[in-house]
Structure formats: structure tokens, C-alpha cells
């Protein structure tokens, strides 16, 4: 890519990949058909259905966005590791079998490498339903005679064991309390989802959820919320190139903590109802950010915003209390002339007045997405390598940003990016 061209137009943001991952578990808990719209055409998507159908759910791909599923022909409650190493959320094929099997075994979770990810409170949340859980060989294998609800208070505030509990709780018999809920936008849509296929929960987004298990789940139609994430990242697009983007087929409540951290930045955010317009023309300016659950500021905005603070005029200090290793891609932005220094879990950045192209590669998905940020608001060109980690979770992200003007293309070889600089060069 070559930096320096302000981003200016409309773009549509795709379905939200956390979503729909939870949404695909959830289709395979009935034997009904379930239609799903708005789904989002990327790699971990891909790898979800694949994973499905390899336990003999039928998978009709109307179009990129639409699938139907059918779960009556489940064969097996055993997933393959050659899926699930590939993404995080496999683990919620556990609660969708566990629940409505009452028998699942999936390989360990793998997902993207930003620090320990533990499980123990999907385990917790299962046993307090009175499942056995093992951890077999690389394997959890979770079974359970009777399926009861139970009351489970979450240590730490997760999203993947929330939702995972949910999905089994839903097919139990009784009540199941989550204390300490996550409540993210997903976890919200999830169990809207598993409410239009019949099942009774309440509160979800909010702090505590209430399931009352049903006996059975029956089809529906749903349509996946707007990726809140991806929306971020076009926002801060605007932002680090001084440009003016209309975001559509967006929620802006899903995204306040986003604008106001780009307002405090000095950029105006302006919400309408379906759209939000970020218009970056002026100079960025300094912040304090620390990652927290929704709706704190999303850790999967942190690399942006980073790197955002990093062309912004004094020192800001970003606190990740997500993850535990999620500034690797630092680095990758130092050899661009920032002025970031990491210790633990905060970064220090002193602003620069520019960024100079380089030659980066992804370390995981949101920094493979902030490093072009970064190449877009750069002097010169820049190359980000290993991008299968953008295709896994943005929808034709090179595409979107050239029809808001960004000089960039996906080149596959050292001669084609050669090209690439040739033909832009003037
Ligand atoms: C989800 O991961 C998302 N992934 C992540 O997005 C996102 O960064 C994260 O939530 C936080 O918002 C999917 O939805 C597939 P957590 P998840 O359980 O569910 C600790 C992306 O780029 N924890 O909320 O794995 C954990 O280590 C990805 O799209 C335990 O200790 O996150 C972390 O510190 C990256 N024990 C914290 O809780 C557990 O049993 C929050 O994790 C579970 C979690």
C-alpha cells in the first residue's frame, strides 16, 4: 500500500464475526432448518461451517451473506482438531452438543495468539450443570446424564464462557443464573438468536442472565448484528489518514466508547441511525485508554487506537487488562518511527508528527488490521505479510478501503508488490 491519501466515502460494514460464530453453534441445536442472514463472508466463518459439516450438518450457502442449517443428521459429537485449531470459537460447538446431546468432545481451542486463554470458566459453568468435564489428550470432552441448571458466578468477565453456558443452559432442565455476565453487542444477539428458536432467556446484556431450559428449539430466521469491530477500524481509518468516512448498516451504540475516544482525539463523530460519519480532517491529539469489557473500550480496538495515538500531538498511556500479551505488533510499528515503549500490559506513546512505510507483518487479526492503518497514514509504501490473520476475521478489507481512494492491493509476490510500487510511484 501506499500511505498518505485520505480516506473519504461510504462503506458498509459486514456482519459481526463474533456474532455469527456463536449464532452458527447455536443453528445446530434444533432439527429444523435455520436460515442466517448477514453472515460474514471470512475465513474463521468458513472454518466454522466446514467444522459443522464434518459432523454431518447440512450447510446450504445461499449467497456470501445467507446460510441455512440443518442439524437433524448429526452423526457425531466429536469435533476435529483440524478445525478447531484454526479458531477460537469451536469451543462453542461444546455447549451447542453438550446441550443438545448431553455428549460433546471438542479439541483445545486455538484462535489468535494474544496471550494465555484459558477455559476454566466454560469447565466451571459446565460442571455447575452437572456435567462431567475431562480434559482428555488436548481434548475436552464434556458429558452429562442429566443436564441441570445451575449457578454459576464467572471469576473474570468472559464472553466466550458466557455464551458457551448459555448455549448448553438452553436445552437443561431448570434454571441457570450467569452472574458476572459478559455484555457484549454478541453475547446479546446470541441469545436473541436462541430466543427465536424458543429459548427463554433473559437479561442478556446486563450483568446477570436467567435461562429457564426448554425441552426443544425449533427453526428460525435471523440476521446477524454489524461487526462493531470492523466498524471501529474504518473509523479509526478516517482518523489516522485526516479523512471522512460515513460508515452504513452500523449500531452507533455499539460504538460510543469508540466515538468518544475519537472525539476526545479531536475528530467529530456524528451518529444517525443505522450510519456513523468520522470526519479526521483535524490533527490528532492525545489519550488515556485502558481495554475493558463492554462497554469499556474493546481490547480489539486497542492496536488501532494505538496506532491512532501514536500520530497524535503528546503522550498517551493505552492499559490492555484483557489480554496478557497483546502489544506484539509494537514492534512492527517501531520500525515505522513511532515512539512506543511497552512495559507489561502498558504502552507509552510519545506522538511522532508522521510515519514512515516499512515492510510489517501481522502478528494476529487486529493488528494485522491496525499495521495497515498505519501503512495508510505512512509516508511512502508498506507491506503487511502474513495477512491470512485479516482474512480471518475482515470481509474484503483491501477492497473497502480502495473504494474510499486507499492506493493498496493484495500481491501475493515479492514481484507483483514490486509492481505495485512501480505503477504508484509518480
Ligand atoms: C472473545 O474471545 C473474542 N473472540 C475475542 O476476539 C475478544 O478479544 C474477546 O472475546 C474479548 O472481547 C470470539 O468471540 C471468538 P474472553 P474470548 O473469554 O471469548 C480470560 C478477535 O480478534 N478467561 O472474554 O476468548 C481470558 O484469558 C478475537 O475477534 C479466563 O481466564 O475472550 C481473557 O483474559 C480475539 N478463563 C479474559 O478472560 C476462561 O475460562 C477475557 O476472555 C475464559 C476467559
Do not use: W
Amino acid at each position: 500500500m501506499k500511505g498518505g491519501t485520505p480516506l473519504v466515502g461510504e462503506v458498509t460494514i459486514s456482519g459481526a464475526k463474533n456474532a455469527a460464530l456463536g449464532i452458527i453453534a447455536a443453528a445446530i441445536m434444533t432439527d429444523e432448518d435455520v436460515r442466517l442472514e448477514n453472515i460474514p463472508d471470512v475465513n474463521d466463518i468458513n472454518v466454522m461451517l466446514d467444522a459443522i459439516q464434518g459432523i454431518g450438518v447440512t450447510v446450504d450457502r445461499v449467497d456470501p451473506h445467507t446460510v441455512v442449517i440443518n442439524g437433524s443428521n448429526i452423526f457425531k459429537a466429536t469435533v476435529d482438531s483440524a478445525y478447531i485449531d484454526k479458531i477460537r470459537a469451536g469451543y462453542y460447538l461444546l455447549g451447542a452438543l453438550l446441550g443438545k446431546y448431553r455428549h460433546a468432545e471438542v479439541a483445545m481451542p486455538g484462535g489468535c495468539a494474544i496471550g494465555k486463554r484459558p477455559i476454566d470458566q466454560h469447565i466451571k459453568g459446565f460442571r455447575a450443570m452437572n456435567a462431567d468435564v475431562d480434559l482428555d489428550g488436548g481434548r475436552v470432552v464434556v458429558d452429562a446424564k442429566d443436564l441441570i441448571g445451575g449457578h454459576i458466578y464467572l471469576d473474570m468477565v468472559s464472553v466466550g464462557a458466557t455464551i458457551n453456558i448459555m448455549l448448553a443452559a438452553a436445552l437443561a432442565s431448570g434454571v441457570t443464573t450467569i452472574e458476572n455476565a459478559a455484555k457484549e453487542p454478541h453475547v446479546v444477539d446470541i441469545a436473541n438468536m436462541l430466543n427465536a428458536m424458543g429459548a427463554r432467556i433473559m437479561g442478556a446484556g446486563t450483568d446477570v442472565i436467567r435461562i429457564t431450559g426448554v425441552e426443544r428449539l425449533h427453526g428460525c430466521e435471523y440476521t446477524v448484528i454489524p461487526d462493531q469491530i470492523e466498524a471501529g477500524t474504518f473509523m479509526f481509518a478516517a482518523a489516522v489518514t485526516h479523512g471522512d468516512i460515513i460508515l452504513n448498516s452500523v449500531i452507533p451504540k455499539h460504538l460510543e466508547s469508540i466515538s468518544s475516544k475519537l472525539r476526545e482525539m479531536g475528530c467529530e463523530v456524528t451518529e444517525l441511525d443505522d450510519s456513523v460519519r468520522v470526519n479526521g480532517k483535524a490533527s490528532l491529539r492525545s489519550c488515556d485508554v485502558k481495554t475493558l469489557p463492554y462497554p469499556g473500550f474493546p481490547t480489539d480496538m486497542q492496536p488501532q487506537i494505538c496506532v491512532g495515538l501514536s500520530l497524535a500531538s503528546g503522550s498517551s498511556v493505552v492499559t490492555e487488562s484483557i489480554f496478557e500479551n497483546r502489544f506484539k505488533y509494537v514492534d512492527e510499528v517501531l520500525k515505522m518511527g513511532a515512539n512506543i515503549r511497552v512495559e507489561g500490559n502498558v504502552a507509552f506513546i510519545n506522538g511522532v508528527e508522521s510515519l514512515k512505510g516499512a515492510s510489517m507483518k501481522a502478528p494476529d487479526l487486529r493488528a494485522g488490521a491496525a499495521l495497515v492503518l498505519a501503512g495508510l497514514a505512512a509516508n511512502g509504501f508498506s507491506t503487511v505479510g502474513s495477512i491470512e490473520y485479516i482474512l480471518r476475521g475482515y470481509e474484503h478489507l483491501e477492497r473497502k478501503l480502495q473504494e474510499l481512494g486507499a492506493v493498496i492491493a493484495l500481491v501475493d509476490t515479492d514481484e507483483a508488490a514490486e509492481a505495485f510500487k512501480k505503477e504508484h510511484s509518480a
